[in-house]
């Protein structure tokens, strides 16, 4: 049977080592971290997120600056915040929620956001230094997805690594990540051709499609770790609507291990990005 990837727990222990980090910055005089958080219009899932946020902050020590803001709130304004926000000296993480109003721009608005506080590590910058392994802030799913897969494969060093998912947000960036880590790496889309013989060869698999129970079982060889980062509502036999992953998770007992949805990458995120607030902050005075 495969070995559960406990997510919560690791996403604690993640926590707990920031929460140390705070404590020494601020006892050694540095400045106590603080995480602006930006939220435009009243998604219901974007304000759940939002509050989690939040509350993380709170838990950890880290301040937090709620900004929300109207669905009509203008390109310009939205924008004027974002520049207040890079020049104020107690906000050392940006993060900008998004989907955003649709008369929004929203690469415009992430593009804004200072790199050296894009703790969401969405900016062309982070973007470009993860690509050339010169630094900056990792995307904090993509960060999670190989904190994750360490608690099980802590040296990947030589293993056919597969990503199924080509999103800037996490495809991508974890694609490159493992490539860091000496993994083999194949990126795998929607016009992949005969993608389960891929996966079948795959040690590693990170499935990030956003389509419910896309890997089957029949597509995963024996001890292979599936990292599922896919989030699906769908409605079930009883009617009631469930949350299930990319991973048919009852079919993969044979692999080594798989992280379950809900619990598995999915606490990782917001430990990541207090992490990565942490860092900045710590960054930000040498």
Known sequence: MADIIDGRAIARELDETTKAQVDALVASGGPRPGLAVVLVGDDPASDVYVSHKVKACARLGVNSFENRLPATTSQADLLALIERLN??????????????????????????????????????????????????????????????????????????????????????????????????????????????????????????????????????????????????????EDGKERLVGDVAFDEVGHAKAVTPVPGGAGPMTIACLLHNTVQAAKASVG
């Open 87 to 236: 020049a104020d000296a107690e906000v050392h993480g940006i993060l900008c929620q998004v989907p955003l109003p649709k008369h929004i721009d929203a690469r415009l608005v992430l593009e804004a956001i200072s790199p050296d506080k894009d703790v969401d590590g969405f900016h062309p910058m982070n973007a470009g230094r993860l690509m050339t392994g010169t630094g900056g802030i990792p995307a904090c799913t993509p960060l999670g997805v190989m904190k994750l897969l360490a608690s099980v494969v802590p040296d990947p060093s030589g293993l056919d690594a597969l990503v199924i998912g080509r999103s800037n947000i996490v495809g991508k960036p974890v694609a490159l990540m493992l490539l860091a880590a000496n993994c083999t790496v194949t990126v795998a889309h929607s016009r992949t051709r005969d993608l389960p013989a891929i996966a079948r060869r795959s040690d590693i698999i990170v499935a990030a499609i956003g389509i419910p129970r896309f890997v089957r079982g029949d597509w995963v060889k024996p001890g292979a770790v599936l990292i599922d980062v896919g989030i699906n509502r769908i409605t079930g």
